[in-house]
């Protein structure tokens, strides 16, 4: 069955660092790869996504890469702010079941 | 335009009560999923219609949780005899392709 793989939170970072999270993917079939964020007190909101191998999706200054090879699509921002300080959830989709099948999420803090 | 909305967006109600949720998609999206958002289980699926074909229940944790989605639009969620596993935040989402889903602001759930 398909399943998702997040690194383990929550991350605490200050203003402009470098932000990388991971996630990983098991799946049968050729998955559709999704960020989605919840900020707080809101519902999800789809961040960005890649729908085959080697797509970059972008969004907002965050960029994930689809890698087949280590069936990954790591999160990555190069400067952070107080506003994204969320949750980040990873996501699949597969042809098959159109369900979304989710990672845990992650909880990112950014302070001043 | 306008987005998921779902309501109510607070139920509290008794365990053993019956409850309904409200779901009103994206208008002219023809899929509909229903997730639960909760501590313990994070994001977990539950249905998802298509159109006029058969909905995909597989993600229904109990014979007490049912969905109908009337004229392809709205759907409604009944949970009878609420339990206080249940509480959680039921998020509504909806698509036209088959994989970006769109999700509405959730029902917050609390059984007593």
């Known amino acids: 069955g398909n399943s998702v793989t997040q690194m383990e939170g929550p991350v605490t970072l200050s203003e402009e660092a470098f932000l990388t999270i991971n996630c990983t993917y098991t799946a049968t079939g050729y998955p559709s790869l999704f960020w989605y964020v919840q900020y707080p007190g809101e519902g999800l909101q789809l961040l960005l996504k890649a729908t085959k191998a080697d797509d970059k999706g972008s969004n907002k200054g965050f960029e994930a890469t689809y890698r087949k090879e280590t069936t990954s699509f790591h999160l990555e921002k190069g400067s952070v702010q107080v506003s994204d300080s969320a949750v980040y959830f990873c996501a699949l989709h597969t042809g098959a079941n159109s369900k979304l099948t989710f990672g845990k999420g992650i909880t990112l803090s950014v302070r001043p | 335009g306008a987005g998921v909305s779902q309501s109510p967006s607070n139920k509290v109600t008794e365990k053993g009560k019956d409850v309904e949720l409200r779901c009103d998609p994206i208008s002219g999206h023809t899929a509909l999923y229903w997730y639960r958002q909760s501590l313990g289980q994070g994001l977990e699926f539950l249905i998802y219609f298509q159109g006029n074909s058969a909905p995909d229940k597989s993600g229904l944790p109990s014979d007490r949780f049912s969905a109908e989605r009337t004229g392809g639009s709205v759907s409604t969620l009944t949970i009878q005899r609420t339990q206080q596993e249940d509480s959680a935040v039921y998020l509504c989402?909806?698509?036209?392709?088959?994989?970006?889903?769109?999700f509405g602001p959730g029902t917050r759930l609390t059984v007593l």
């Open positions: 989402a909806s698509s036209f392709l088959p994989d970006t889903q769109y």
